[in-house]
């Protein structure tokens, strides 16, 4: 089979640009052809939306030469159009700029829920998959119709545990909006005391923070391996690759009820903290337990976001279709 995945860029490091790696690896595994339609394709970066072009411009290499299926990203659907479309939302804007608008302007606001309609625009006549349950119901109470829920994973060869000595410092990892991915929780708990490493595009200032930038995932998943444990206050998420990454590793976290985080709640309560107090809480209860909560970590992610499943549900949605 001849697929496409349309997307925004191909060359970040991001979330999306992880999926779509590994998605493009299991289907070439199996035999299938796969093209990354990006902006890198354009002959011209548009100085409006991105999302028209794009998805006009995998119309026209589709005449010259038409593709079995379709994979779009979010709204990167918008223009799509092809008899055998599937559109994966890993967020939506909806949900986004519900959960944040309190931390930031109504301009801003607004601008999200123009996303938001542009992403109902891009689902119509496509297949519609999310990545967490959360998403699905953000999704249909904005009116998307979602015929799928396929749980993301990581990559066990490059994340997975190493047996390597336990040292005194938890994470922060992420890429994004200060307030909306929680780094001011992470700053509060620093002053608590917490030494804390953070990983991402975010510098800030304190005396138990180390700034340590962006690395590539071989480093992070020694980092994960390390730690004592993993800090994810984001404020919205639709389905976090760092809390996967870190189970994976056996690292315990502490997350937010966004995202995976409802779920994971349900079987390790002491993960998922609503208040400051209760992300300190549960800090020092989890770390004083951090093998114990490294095996549930572990078990949960097998359970739960196992590769081999997620490459199965993928595959045999793309061959199904």
Sequence with gaps: MRIAIVTPTNKLTGGVEIFNRDISKMLVEKGHEVDIISKELLPEIPKGNLEPVVGDHFNQINKEKPYDVVLCNGEFGYAVEHPCAVNVF???????????????????????????E???VSAEGKYVVTVSNSSRS??????IKVDGVINNSVDTSIFSP?????????????????????????????????????????QINSSNIQNMGRVNNEVLAKEYNQARILLFPSRFEGGSLTTLEAMACGCPLITTPTGYGPEIQKVIPNFVAETFDEFMAKYLLVTNERSRYSKEALEYFNQFHNPDDFKLNWVSLFEGI
């Design 90 to 116: 890993h967020g939506n804007y909806y949900g986004y700029a519900r959960s944040v608008q309190d931390l930031v302007s109504s301009e801003v606001t607004q601008e999200r829920l123009a996303k938001a």
């Design 118 to 120: 542009m992403q109902k």
């Design 138 to 143: 953000q999704l249909e109470e904005f009116g």
């Design 162 to 202: 190493q047996n390597l000595g336990i040292e005194d410092y938890a994470l922060a990892i992420s890429r994004g909006r200060y307030y909306e991915k929680g780094f001011d929780v992470i700053s509060r708990l620093a002053e608590k005391g917490i030494t804390i490493r953070v990983f991402g595009d975010q």
